[in-house]
């Protein structure tokens, strides 16, 4: 895991490229690396990149980049893991190339140079990088298919620049901070920024599951080569994973196993996040199961919570003794959330109303000496997790003949805010169900919304509001996600939609930008399209209650306690103490929905339109 950057002044009458600015946007990304940096130019000046080193496979000074391939030809910055390096390596040299390191950087050099741009296809891992071919003046770049990797670009028309994190971007002091009403309304929808917008006009992110080429004629159009619904569309087409119960949930751990198997990929030790929780669990016992311990298990508690029920603290720790770890728990309280506050918020990338416990659990992960650890993220999109998996299909079912009768929706919204402004009590985003929950855009951001889009005229300039719409269109954002070209079933049409926008634009982002905080790298065995499809079909899942089946998957399998725990989710004090950061009162009980909304103002005015230091 590292940082990455580059800059190509492609048009010949470009100002060559500025060291010194592509310093400044290595050195706010220091944190990612702290094992090492490197520069690299070309003869005219005309390209440069950059690299932040947090050294994970092959530790010795072979595996610094940016690194060159053997003929010279091809250049490479590369921030992420290939877990099937060795794989590829093996298949390379067997027709015949050659290899001067034991990375998985000089794998990619070598496996572009064989394929090009299809080399994507074959890679398993997570993964942002940008390749120069001297031969061709051409520079590729590169976003693994889920997202778990973040890779931000920005273009002037005579000049490209890219880095791993938006603000690093911004901290070369090149490029104009001109704000982007699509990403604010983005974020006000749904308390995060949803790709391939951000908070900046002049930057975007490239999309996960895409490349892009740039060429003396400037960028041409960012090449899809993965998508999350078709790939899904494919797995239901598979009669072969229809059978019975048993083998659905053997094809499951198989799956599991081969995951963690990879993930474990690595010349340093890897760790785990631990909760109290089934995914955690089953990856901890899967690790142990595979012959990697001892493992080290983080897990994260509150003062707060201290001899209480909700307190996580015990149970993982049973799980750690059956599996044999060593145990690090770290207690967070009131106090250390607010000392940490101002350091939290500039490490946020791009605004988010998440990412706090992960930025707590990567700090103790840190102070334990730990440079990997495993997390569990990723485990509900796929196993039907949350509420939305019922709720959505629901709203959808009973709601859409009303849906058909024209009007009838916006006049019960306008009824009944009006209701709402008069004293009676009701949720906020009840005046919209008629209008929205009849489709599968509309009742998913009911769902995952923080305000709807009439709620934000009394938050945003009129303007700001109106060109954000117009830009986002987030009913057909939302939609675009479930074109799959097939029908998809209930289950995977909501798998589709948490793991596109909830998993990528939020968890994942802020796995990221928490996880390099600390210098540590996250990874994410459940974020893996082989993983994806490996698994049985949606609806098989549903119907073995896939979610519970994980906790049988490692031998032996998790404590009873755990297996039979009510699920509550992951629960913290964080939403009592944004509640009071965010100027409320420090209620008994917390209501996340309007604290969330309470954070989402105390994050945006942070000054995401101001200065942004180096």
């Not at 917008?197 to 960012?222: E, N």
């Amino acid at each position: 895991m590292c940082g990455i950057a580059g800059i190509h002044a492609y048009l010949g009458v470009a100002p060559p490229v500025d060291a010194g600015e592509l310093a400044r946007i290595n050195e706010r990304m220091a944190p990612r690396g702290p094992d090492g940096d490197g520069f690299w130019f070309d003869a005219d000046r005309r390209i440069g990149f950059a690299h932040r080193r947090l050294a994970i496979i092959d530790l010795s000074a072979n595996g610094a980049q940016p690194m060159h391939s053997g003929c010279g030809r091809f250049t490479i910055t590369f921030n992420g893991e290939i877990y099937n390096y060795r794989e590829l390596r093996a298949e390379l040299e067997a027709s015949g190339r050659r290899f001067r390191t034991q990375s998985d950087t000089e794998v990619l050099l070598e496996l572009y140079a064989d394929a090009g741009a299809d080399m994507v296809g074959r890679l398993r891992g997570m993964f942002a990088f940008a390749i120069w071919d001297a031969e061709k003046r051409s520079l590729f770049l590169a976003r693994d298919p889920l997202g778990i990797k973040p890779l931000y670009w920005a273009d002037d028309g005579w000049t490209l620049r890219f880095a791993s994190q938006a603000k690093a971007l911004l901290a070369g002091g090149a490029i104009d901070r001109e704000p982007d009403p699509a990403g604010i309304v983005g974020f006000h929808l749904f308390g995060s920024v949803p790709e391939p917008f951000t908070v900046w006009r002049g930057i975007r992110a490239l999309p996960a599951g895409t490349t892009l080429t740039v060429d003396a004629a400037g960028p041409g159009t960012p090449q899809s080569y993965y998508d999350v619904a078709g790939a899904l569309a494919d797995r239901a087409a598979d009669a072969e994973g229809r059978g019975g119960e048993d083998a659905a949930r053997r094809r499951l751990a198989d799956a599991l196993r081969d995951s963690v198997r990879h993930h474990l990929v690595a010349d340093v030790p890897v760790a785990v996040f631990l909760s109290a929780g089934l995914d955690s669990g089953a990856l901890l016992g899967t690790m142990a199961e595979l012959g990697a311990g001892p493992v080290t298990a983080v897990t994260l508690s509150f003062a707060e919570f201290k001899d209480l029920p909700v307190d996580e603290a015990p149970l993982a720790a049973e799980v750690a003794r059956q599996y044999g770890a060593r145990h690090v728990v770290r207690t967070v309280d009131r106090a250390e959330f607010e000392r940490d506050l101002p350091a939290i918020l500039d490490a946020m990338d791009l605004p988010t109303i998440d990412g706090i416990n992960t930025w707590f659990v990567a700090k103790a992960a840190h102070e334990a000496g730990i440079k990997v650890a495993l997390s569990g993220l990723g485990a509900d999109e796929c196993f039907g997790g949350y509420p939305s998996f019922t709720d959505v299909p629901r709203s959808v079912h009973w709601l859409r003949p009303l849906s058909w009768i024209p009007g009838l929706g916006e006049a019960a919204r306008w009824t009944l805010s009006a209701a709402r402004g008069a004293g009676v009590a009701m949720h906020p985003k009840t005046p919209g169900v008629l209008e929205y929950g009849g489709s599968w855009a509309g009742a998913y951001l009911l769902r995952r919304s923080i305000y709807m889009p009439w709620e934000l005229e009394t938050l945003l300039d009129p303007e700001m509001l109106r060109e954000g719409l117009r830009r986002l269109a987030p009913l057909s954002h939302i939609a675009s996600e479930l074109r799959a070209g097939r029908a998809l079933g209930d289950f995977d049409r909501v798998a589709a939609l948490e793991s596109t926008l909830y998993m990528r634009n939020q968890l994942l982002r802020d796995a990221d930008w928490a996880g390099m905080a600390h210098s540590l790298e996250i990874r994410v065995p459940y974020v893996d399209p082989f993983f994806l499809a490996a698994l049985p079909p949606g609806e098989v899942l549903a119907r073995i209650d896939a979610k519970a089946s994980v906790g049988g998957v490692p031998s032996p399998a998790l404590p009873p306690a755990v297996r039979n725990r009510r699920k509550t989710g992951f629960v913290t004090p964080v939403g009592r103490w944004l509640d009071s950061v965010a100027g409320g009162p420090l209620p008994a009980t917390t209501d996340f929905s309007a604290a969330s909304r309470r954070w989402a103002h105390r994050v945006w005015q942070h000054g995401w339109m101001g200065p942004v230091t180096a």
